[in-house]
């Protein structure tokens, strides 16, 4: 099993921020698919204001490459993007058009 945590930051718009809460309440089925056949075998996501932290757990077949591929090749994948975008904005040091960051492990017990 391999882990990584990454953030991302809602628009600061209260309205925005329950719509978007409203559509990880019940995830689009072809969505979650997509997850798990990408090798996650687990996902969550914590909101603290506007920023977004997601936790995810893989198995070995999982790599960034593939999972993006396949979100590549997936139009109900890109549809989910497109609206998620939307309600998302880039953190502060991310390069253009990258949506979560993957975050740096700087401490474990």
Known sequence: MNRYCLALDLKDDPRLIAEYEKYHEAIWPEIHDSIISSGITHLEIYRCFNRLFMVMETNDSFSFDKKGALDAANAKVQEWE??????????????PGEKWVLMKKIYNV
């Open 82 to 95: 497109t609206l998620m975008w939307k309600y998302q904005q880039a953190i502060p040091g991310s390069k």
